[in-house]
């Protein structure tokens, strides 16, 4: 089956599978990212605004900012969470409380099937 | 390409959504596809169902929209019944019990909890009496907005009500407008006090007169969401009151017409406002949606508006005694974050049936206006236990005080806000001493950016936020200044941030005590915050612990409901069946 992603409610949260699986307003650890000084962004995700999937990513642009230093702005592309069975659909989000590497894509997304 | 709402609106949207929601309500929630839940959903919000956040799968907000914030006789008591019978939950409020009515910053009517099973039965009461759902919420005509007290204020220069109330009834369930690029809000008012609050409206209607003749300029494009706010621009068109609807016919046209549809986050028309600048704007009016020549701007009443000024002179809100046009009175009761209970609600129907014609009025200010009450009558009224809770003559903190729904049931929100708010409001009011010749005191707070508290236009601006303390995530807020309407309307600057919310009472109270001692004599608090810097403005909030005691710190957001015994995520009843019953995992 397809995986569908697409966020909602102005950017309040993703669905995957029409299943609300990621939030706004979790803290989320950036490392090596240009987003801000910091060393690690701590980093407040406010609104969902790209959504994507890079198989067997699913991946999004997050408006936010670090409340360490009061930067804000939109992330580069982060991992969320996986779907590594598109059969089954099952989603598995990361641990926003540990280190992501929000990343500029090379590649294009994969296109729907 | 169009957006994916944009395609299922293509395939059922507007009117038709009605059917398939009787069919799924008599069917039950199991009844809607699990592949088709986001698309549901998103079509639901047209008939005012917005469904609620994370962990309360299966409840849904219904919004009712009330035109100008008019509830006929009769209506109120329908609105309570309906509350106390369908809006209860699985856990109840602290401050508030387990059902209330929200009075909304559009002068609607929300409530929680309720389950698809019940609707049929709500919106057979509700229609039963004149009120609905229809285009609550949606990519609509939304709820139209204005002064409360149209056609009793003394204060009016144009009869705002039979204008509005056409535009209701023009604008709803009409197909020709029933799929917008996105929400469409309108503002209409005929008094020189500026309550319809037109400069945050998509479009708006305000008292002018041209060549002896009373009528409405028309202003575009305002709107506070998306750290984005706008001022709506004047269009440099006059009307007189029976051609407002043919100008109101041609705007939503052409914002159907040239609204993104591509990006939602763009689609609002204070986007298009920015891209067209106002000649164009009324040029493409002009030429392709209306079909007479259109007026130049009239002469407005702008520089006599007092509501939400911070003038401390004329009318800031609605609250308290106030003679009508007719030599009756009406009373403005200060509903605290605008929530009512229940039966709080049904009371205030008798009483405003034995005291007044049975109307009462919402305001954009969330609070409740009883009209049409004899003199005679007023002191009776006014002796009632119920207005001790919902007084006329509320401390400037209680009555200034505005919150959005808040972590409690919305997905968007960052932090809680309707039981904080009520917090605040009481320890300020006993902690907090303002100037003897400050009475209002706007403090509006919102959770998150888009705003529904209108926290731009107040004089203490909250807006949801998180940081650490003792390196622990916190909730927080970001705390602006200075806001406010009128003829010089002004966004508040942002200039403390981050503040944890325990902190944030003792910032207000150091701010109130730093503006008494450095005032000019006789100079508000909005001349005061507009003639310093951020940087003096920063220095004078000392966000400060005080025995503020504020129970919401840890994230809300990752409880079912925050006020429930056992509040984790894995704890919550829902999804429910049409008895409340949870219903089994497919884990």
């Given at each position: 089956?397809?995986?569908?992603?697409?966020?909602?409610?102005?950017?309040?949260w993703?669905?995957?599978?029409?299943?609300?699986?990621?939030?706004?307003?979790?803290?989320?650890?950036?490392?090596?990212?240009?987003?801000?000084?910091?060393?690690?962004?701590?980093?407040?995700?406010?609104?969902?605004?790209?959504?994507?999937?890079?198989?067997?990513?699913?991946?999004?642009?997050i408006?936010?900012?670090?409340?360490?230093?009061?930067?804000?702005?939109?992330?580069?592309?982060?991992?969320?969470?996986?779907?590594?069975?598109?059969e089954?659909?099952?989603?598995?989000?990361?641990?926003?409380?540990?280190?992501?590497?929000?990343?500029?894509?090379?590649?294009?997304?994969?296109?729907?099937? | 390409?169009?957006?994916?709402?944009?395609?299922?609106?293509?395939?059922?949207?507007?009117?038709?959504?009605?059917?398939?929601?009787?069919?799924?309500?008599?069917e039950?929630?199991?009844?809607?596809?699990?592949?088709?839940?986001?698309?549901?959903?998103?079509?639901?919000?047209?008939?005012?169902?917005?469904?609620?956040?994370?962990?309360?799968?299966?409840?849904?907000?219904?919004?009712?929209?009330?035109?100008?914030?008019?509830?006929?006789?009769?209506?109120?008591?329908?609105?309570?019944?309906?509350?106390?019978?369908y809006?209860?939950?699985?856990?109840?409020?602290?401050e508030?019990?387990?059902?209330?009515?929200?009075?909304?910053?559009?002068?609607?009517?929300q409530?929680h909890?309720?389950?698809?099973?019940?609707?049929?039965?709500?919106?057979?009461?509700?229609?039963?009496?004149?009120?609905?759902?229809?285009?609550?919420?949606?990519?609509?005509?939304?709820?139209?907005?204005?002064?409360?007290?149209?056609?009793?204020?003394?204060?009016?220069?144009?009869?705002?009500?039979?204008?509005?109330?056409?535009?209701?009834?023009?604008?709803?369930?009409?197909?020709?407008?029933?799929?917008?690029?996105?929400?469409?809000?309108?503002?209409?008012?005929?008094?020189?006090?500026?309550?319809?609050?037109?400069?945050?409206?998509?479009?708006?209607?305000?008292?002018?007169?041209?060549?002896?003749?009373?009528?409405?300029?028309?202003?575009?494009?305002?709107?506070?969401?998306r750290?984005?706010?706008?001022?709506?621009?004047?269009?440099?068109?006059?009307?007189?009151?029976?051609?407002?609807?043919?100008?109101?016919?041609?705007?939503?046209?052409?914002?159907?017409?040239?609204?993104?549809?591509?990006?939602?986050?763009?689609?609002?028309?204070?986007?298009?406002?920015?891209?067209?600048?106002?000649?164009?704007?009324?040029?493409?009016?002009?030429?392709?949606?209306?079909?007479?020549?259109?007026?130049?701007?009239?002469?407005?009443?702008?520089?006599?508006?007092?509501?939400?000024?911070g003038?401390?002179?004329?009318?800031?809100?609605?609250?308290?005694?106030?003679?009508?046009?007719?030599?009756?009175?009406?009373?403005?009761?200060?509903?605290?974050?605008?929530?009512?209970?229940?039966?709080?609600?049904?009371?205030?129907?008798?009483?405003?049936?034995?005291?007044?014609?049975?109307?009462?009025?919402?305001?954009?200010?969330?609070?409740?206006?009883?009209?049409?009450?004899?003199?005679?009558?007023?002191?009776?009224?006014?002796?009632?236990?119920?207005?001790?809770?919902?007084?006329?003559?509320?401390?400037?903190?209680?009555?200034?005080?505005?919150?959005?729904?808040?972590?409690e049931?919305?997905?968007?929100?960052?932090?809680?806000?309707?039981?904080?708010?009520?917090?605040?409001?009481?320890?300020?009011?006993?902690?907090?001493?303002?100037?003897?010749?400050?009475?209002?005191?706007?403090?509006?707070?919102?959770?998150?950016?888009?705003?529904?508290?209108?926290?731009?236009?107040?004089?203490?601006?909250?807006r949801?936020?998180?940081?650490?303390?003792?390196?622990?995530?916190?909730?927080?807020?970001?705390?602006?200044?200075?806001?406010?309407?009128?003829?010089?309307p002004?966004?508040?600057?942002?200039?403390?941030?981050?503040?944890?919310?325990?902190?944030?009472?003792?910032?207000?109270?150091?701010?109130?005590?730093n503006f008494?001692?450095?005032?000019?004599d006789?100079?508000?608090?909005?001349?005061?915050?507009?003639?310093?810097?951020?940087?003096?403005?920063?220095?004078?909030?000392?966000?400060?612990?005080?025995?503020?005691?504020?129970?919401?710190?840890?994230n809300?957001?990752?409880?079912?409901?925050?006020?429930?015994?056992?509040?984790?995520?894995?704890?919550?009843?829902?999804?429910?069946?049409?008895?409340?019953?949870?219903?089994?995992?497919?884990?």
């Open positions: 089956m397809t995986t569908d992603v697409h966020q909602l409610d102005d950017g309040a993703i669905s995957v599978n029409d299943s609300r699986e990621v939030n706004v307003s979790d803290l989320w650890l950036l490392a090596r990212s240009d987003f801000c000084g910091c060393e690690t962004t701590d980093f407040l995700a406010e609104g969902f605004v790209k959504v994507g999937i890079d198989y067997p990513d699913i991946e999004a642009r408006a936010g900012q670090c409340i360490a230093c009061g930067e804000s702005g939109v992330t580069d592309w982060l991992t969320v969470g996986r779907v590594v069975d598109p089954s659909g099952e989603f598995y989000g990361v641990d926003h409380e540990s280190i992501h590497f929000p990343e500029k894509r090379t590649r294009l997304a994969r296109p729907p099937e | 390409m169009p957006t994916k709402v944009e395609n299922w609106k293509d395939e059922v949207y507007g009117n038709e959504i009605r059917e398939h929601l009787m069919e799924f309500a008599e039950g929630w199991d009844a809607i596809p699990e592949d088709e839940h986001d698309a549901w959903f998103e079509r639901f919000k047209w008939w005012g169902l917005y469904h609620q956040r994370s962990g309360q799968e299966s409840y849904f907000m219904m919004r009712i929209g009330t035109p100008n914030g008019v509830i006929e006789p009769g209506q109120l008591e329908v609105i309570g019944e309906v509350a106390k019978e809006a209860t939950g699985p856990a109840d409020n602290p508030f019990g387990d059902a209330y009515c929200d009075w909304t910053t559009r002068q609607s009517i409530l909890w309720i389950k698809l099973e019940d609707i049929p039965e709500i919106f057979e009461k509700l229609e039963s009496v004149g009120l609905g759902t229809q285009q609550a919420c949606g990519d609509s005509w939304r709820n139209i907005v204005g002064c409360p007290v149209a056609g009793k204020d003394k204060h009016e220069h144009v009869d705002a009500w039979p204008v509005a109330k056409d535009l209701h009834e023009t604008f709803k369930g009409n197909d020709d407008y029933s799929n917008l690029p996105r929400k469409w809000k309108v503002a209409i008012a005929g008094c020189d006090e500026g309550c319809g609050q037109g400069d945050i409206n998509d479009l708006a209607f305000e008292p002018a007169e041209k060549d002896g003749e009373l009528g409405f300029n028309v202003r575009i494009g305002g709107g506070l969401s750290k984005e706010p706008r001022l709506a621009r004047e269009l440099d068109v006059w009307v007189p009151p029976e051609q407002a609807a043919d100008v109101a016919h041609g705007m939503s046209a052409l914002f159907r017409d040239h609204g993104d549809r591509e990006d939602r986050f763009n689609a609002r028309i204070k986007f298009l406002m920015d891209e067209w600048g106002p000649e164009k704007m009324r040029s493409v009016l002009q030429e392709e949606y209306v079909d007479f020549e259109l007026e130049t701007a009239g002469e407005d009443m702008r520089d006599q508006y007092s509501y939400n000024t003038s401390q002179d004329g009318h800031n809100d609605h609250v308290g005694v106030h003679e009508q046009n007719d030599g009756n009175y009406y009373v403005g009761l200060n509903v605290l974050v605008g929530r009512m209970g229940a039966d709080d609600t049904l009371e205030l129907a008798e009483l405003a049936d034995e005291y007044g014609s049975g109307e009462v009025r919402l305001t954009q200010r969330q609070n409740i206006i009883v009209t049409d009450v004899p003199e005679e009558n007023l002191d009776d009224l006014l002796d009632e236990p119920l207005l001790e809770d919902y007084s006329p003559d509320p401390s400037p903190f209680m009555r200034g005080s505005i919150a959005c729904t808040g972590t049931f919305c997905s968007l929100s960052i932090v809680e806000t309707k039981n904080r708010q009520v917090r605040y409001a009481r320890w300020l009011r006993d902690n907090v001493e303002l100037p003897a010749d400050h009475d209002e005191f706007h403090i509006h707070l919102s959770g998150c950016t888009a705003s529904c508290a209108q926290p731009q236009i107040a004089d203490v601006s909250l949801g936020m998180k940081t650490r303390k003792d390196g622990e995530p916190v909730e927080a807020l970001d705390i602006g200044l200075g806001g406010g309407l009128g003829d010089d002004r966004f508040a600057d942002w200039v403390e941030m981050r503040v944890p919310a325990d902190e944030v009472p003792g910032a207000i109270k150091n701010l109130v005590n008494e001692d450095a005032r000019e006789g100079e508000t608090f909005r001349d005061f915050v507009e003639d310093r810097d951020e940087e003096t403005l920063a220095e004078m909030v000392e966000p400060e612990e005080t025995d503020y005691h504020d129970p919401y710190m840890h809300t957001k990752m409880t079912w409901y925050p006020y429930a015994e056992d509040d984790d995520m894995q704890a919550s009843p829902a999804p429910t069946d049409g008895s409340g019953e949870p219903l089994p995992s497919d884990d």
